[in-house]
């Protein structure tokens, strides 16, 4: 009987262990592949390679989603990647992310900028709203042909709802300021601001870069809030717009690191599914 209670009490243990090291290891597993892809793909190109990408992942054993965006970590940790990276190498950011706080990513974009070598920015499947604008600031924009850029008109706003500067600013001047509420009359004014800032740092972001000589087209789509803030604009319509600085030969190592930040993890399921078509 106690030989009995013994093994099931070291099942226990050894249940315990594997569900505490199974994730670490996986997860190791996955880092390393992940370094040796970019290590690949550096060597290739000649560049130092930088990730930004968030995606929706599953952490511990519980399957807790997490969402992820750009925020104050990530522009501190590629402004580090970019800071110390040699300034006769070629810059290449891999960007995949639906954007997030403008700080960061006018940060991010501003050193992007002010490397003095080459700098190449791939989007595999999208980069929206602060994505998009660290994509401007690059001298090569390499994207998927259906992959998305969005635009990047400010969004004011607080826990009962989020904004666009434009509509806020239509709103005080289709109603008469006895009509309208304190609130929303402060929203309008700074939603003025936040739209003539934001045109003024695309326009200096795209100063002697692709298609400069097209800025203020670029500024009319991407800014002043003509479309929706999810608006996708595609390989086709950034090539218009931007000009010759974007090409859709997107390197195959990116596919390959993309499919490592898919984490399927306890009960979750995949949303999709392929069988490859075998040879006869």
């Given at each position: 009987m106690a030989t009995i209670e013994v093994l099931f009490a070291n099942i226990w243990v050894l249940l315990f262990i594997l569900l505490f090291f199974v994730p670490m290891a996986q997860k190791y597993i996955l880092?390393?592949?992940?370094?040796?892809?970019?290590?690949?793909?550096?060597?290739?190109?000649?560049?130092?390679?930088?990730?930004?990408?968030?995606?929706?992942?599953?952490?511990?054993?519980?399957?807790?989603p997490i969402a992820r965006y750009i925020d104050i970590d990530d522009s501190e940790e590629v402004l580090r990647a970019i800071r110390t990276a040699p300034k006769d190498v070629p810059l290449n950011i891999i960007l995949h992310t639906p954007g997030g706080l403008a700080l960061a990513a006018t940060q991010i974009a501003m050193a992007l900028k002010a490397h003095p070598s080459k700098k190449s920015v791939v989007i595999p499947h999208y980069a929206m709203s602060g994505g998009t604008l660290i994509a401007l600031a690059a001298d090569e924009i390499i994207m998927d042909p259906h992959a998305a850029l969005g635009p990047v008109d400010p969004q004011l706003g607080d826990q009962t709802g989020i904004y666009p500067a434009t509509s806020l600013l239509k709103v005080v001047q289709k109603k008469s300021t006895d009509e309208i509420d304190d609130k929303t009359l402060v929203y309008a004014e700074e939603a003025e601001k936040a739209l003539n800032q934001m045109k003024s740092l695309v326009r200096k972001i795209l100063e002697n870069r692709c298609n400069s000589d097209n800025i203020d087209k670029i500024i009319e789509d991407f800014v002043s809030g003509k479309y929706t803030h999810d608006r996708p604009f595609m390989a086709d319509d950034v090539t218009q717009l931007l000009g010759g600085c974007v090409s859709t030969d997107v390197p195959e190592e990116v596919y390959e690191l993309m499919k490592l930040y898919r984490m399927e993890i306890g009960r979750r399921r995949p949303g999709v599914e392929n069988v490859p078509l075998s040879g006869k």
């Amino acid at each position: 009987m106690a030989t009995i209670e013994v093994l099931f009490a070291n099942i226990w243990v050894l249940l315990f262990i594997l569900l505490f090291f199974v994730p670490m290891a996986q997860k190791y597993i996955l880092q390393m592949e992940r370094k040796r892809l970019l290590a690949r793909l550096g060597k290739r190109r000649g560049s130092q390679v930088i990730t930004l990408i968030h995606r929706q992942e599953t952490i511990s054993f519980l399957g807790l989603p997490i969402a992820r965006y750009i925020d104050i970590d990530d522009s501190e940790e590629v402004l580090r990647a970019i800071r110390t990276a040699p300034k006769d190498v070629p810059l290449n950011i891999i960007l995949h992310t639906p954007g997030g706080l403008a700080l960061a990513a006018t940060q991010i974009a501003m050193a992007l900028k002010a490397h003095p070598s080459k700098k190449s920015v791939v989007i595999p499947h999208y980069a929206m709203s602060g994505g998009t604008l660290i994509a401007l600031a690059a001298d090569e924009i390499i994207m998927d042909p259906h992959a998305a850029l969005g635009p990047v008109d400010p969004q004011l706003g607080d826990q009962t709802g989020i904004y666009p500067a434009t509509s806020l600013l239509k709103v005080v001047q289709k109603k008469s300021t006895d009509e309208i509420d304190d609130k929303t009359l402060v929203y309008a004014e700074e939603a003025e601001k936040a739209l003539n800032q934001m045109k003024s740092l695309v326009r200096k972001i795209l100063e002697n870069r692709c298609n400069s000589d097209n800025i203020d087209k670029i500024i009319e789509d991407f800014v002043s809030g003509k479309y929706t803030h999810d608006r996708p604009f595609m390989a086709d319509d950034v090539t218009q717009l931007l000009g010759g600085c974007v090409s859709t030969d997107v390197p195959e190592e990116v596919y390959e690191l993309m499919k490592l930040y898919r984490m399927e993890i306890g009960r979750r399921r995949p949303g999709v599914e392929n069988v490859p078509l075998s040879g006869k």
